[in-house]
């Protein structure tokens, strides 16, 4: 039998994955690796689903999505940011922000050259791989909050750079891209003539200042946002995603998306439809839970010994320091779930550099597992 294509080899499985199958099975486990929120999807979204069930809304939509919906997502965008996205042609629909970032780097991405944060989120490397490119890692330090270091960044620019991927607000650090660093980021890109990569699907959860979206400074022109329906209305299972950029950009990567889903689920657009044009309340109570919870969390995670955490201004991940163990992050994660019984991911996972020494952790789980779960990580690591 043939063997997969080299291409797969070079892929790496998600430690993620790893861990929660390891996890599998062990009673009274609390788990803060899981990466999605923790609310339902509010009613009124999952009613129009509904509705476009019983009048048969089941079939295809066209390839880029219904036109009233990217025109929802278009007029959202202008009112929140000031971008001006053409619906009939600049924004695209895709199965959640996973293929659309898959979707773009299929449309721009072959022997070249990829941007990406370390640390980030796990799956752009694999991305860029799987479109056979080469990741390359700009770091984004500890001791700078997590923002990038825009020297290093730059001078890791080479013929063979096609584009930055940015996360703001970033999973796994939390953190949120300054105005500066964005606008060094930008300067880099125009200097190179390089496209960005934006994924903005944790917007909707900054607990300081607000978020700025790159392509209101001034680029634009060569920015691809990211985006979806996910983590803003609790729908992570529905897998609705969105790009948006320029018409070019666009007409390439739906392309991609063609020949990748066709199309989204039909009743889904209709959901998000609803989300885009229904009551809000379920952000807010959302963002105010999880801003309780975050300053609860890293405040005891700052009680251990040998723990230290910024504390994350965005998401909902905190992202500690526990180097002074002296384990690997996946021996630190390894031994709390045989010993506490609580899962977290290993740090690198999302950048086996600056990401290694530290864990992520998820505060998106009840008050009450929450605390627990600092006690059992209290009780294990102070013997």
Not at 43 to 48: G, P, Q, R, S, T
Not at 218 to 242: C, E, P
Not at 304 to 311: A, F, K, Y
Not at 363 to 371: F, S
Request: negative net charge; contains cysteine.
């Amino acid at each position: 039998m043939k063997p997969p294509a080299t291409r797969m080899k070079d892929i790496n499985p998600s430690l993620i994955r790893r861990l929660f199958d390891l996890a599998q099975g062990i009673e009274g486990i609390i788990s803060l690796g899981i990466g999605e929120p923790d609310f339902d999807t509010p009613e009124h979204i999952k009613n129009a689903a509904k509705q476009a069930l019983d009048d048969n809304f089941t079939h295809y939509t066209p390839v880029p999505g219904t036109l009233e919906l990217r025109v929802a997502i278009a007029d959202y965008l202008n009112e929140a940011y000031g971008l001006d996205y053409k619906p009939e042609s600049e924004i695209v629909l895709t199965c959640g922000a996973t293929e659309a970032l898959h979707d773009i780097m299929l449309a721009y991405v072959k022997g070249d050259e990829v941007l990406v944060p370390d640390p980030g989120f796990l799956g752009y490397p694999e991305y860029v791989r799987m479109a056979e490119g080469k990741p390359v890692w700009y770091p984004c330090p500890e001791k700078n909050g997590f923002q990038p270091d825009l020297d290093t960044l730059n001078e890791l620019v080479t013929k063979k750079t096609v584009m930055i991927i940015i996360n703001s607000p970033c999973n796994p650090t939390g953190a949120v891209f300054e105005r500066k660093t964005l606008e060094g980021i930008a300067e880099i890109a125009i200097d190179n003539d390089l496209l960005i990569v934006t994924d903005e699907v944790y917007e909707k959860f900054i607990y300081e200042g607000k978020h700025i979206p790159i392509a209101s400074l001034g680029v634009a022109d060569r920015t691809i946002l990211v985006n979806g329906f996910s983590k803003t209305f609790s729908m992570t299972g529905w897998r609705l995603g969105y790009i948006c950029g320029d018409a070019e950009v666009i007409n390439a990567v739906n392309i991609a998306h063609m020949f990748t889903t066709v199309t989204t689920p039909s009743f889904a657009q209709k959901a998000a439809l609803t989300a885009l044009k229904g009551p809000k309340e379920s952000i807010k109570e959302m963002k105010d839970e999880y801003r309780w919870r975050r300053d609860f969390f890293v405040k005891e995670l700052n009680t251990i010994e040998n723990i230290s955490c910024i504390i994350p201004n965005g998401t909902f991940y905190a992202f500690p320091n526990i180097s002074a163990f002296g384990k690997t992050s996946v021996e630190f994660s390894e031994y709390l779930i045989e010993k506490a019984k609580v899962v977290t991911v290993p740090g690198n996972a999302f950048g086996s550099n600056i990401g290694e020494g530290h864990v992520r952790m998820s505060y998106a789980c009840t008050r009450e597992n929450l605390k627990e779960a600092l006690s059992r990580i209290k009780d294990v690591l102070s013997i």
